[in-house]
Each structure stands twice: as structure tokens, then as C-alpha cells.
């Protein structure tokens, strides 16, 4: 297992290609500290999670 600072996942989130598919684990497990880290850091991404709870995906205009 890889330990990533705040920053670290933002530089590693912005290297990968346009749109892509964000797989988080779900339920009580959902990474809160992370989502706006991958919101900030990619312009486009599509997060699938199990059961996710409300309040934890981010919310953009016009989506």
C-alpha cells in the first residue's frame, strides 16, 4: 500500500488522461477527504461508487 499526501494525489490525478473513470469504495468506507482533492484536480472524471452516501459526490454547475 502507497501512503499520498493531499498533494501528491492532486499531481498524480492530474496526470491521467481526459475523463476518466474514478472507482471509490462505498458505504461507511467512501474516501471524504478525497473527492474534492479529484474534483480540484481533473476538469472531467466519471467516480463510481457502492452505495454512496449523499452529500458525497461533488456537485458542479450544469451537470
Known sequence: MQILTPEALGSALSALPDNPRIVISGNAAI?????????RSLERYIIHALNATPGAAPVRDGG
Open 31 to 39: 474516501p471524504h477527504d478525497a473527492i474534492p482533492i479529484i474534483d
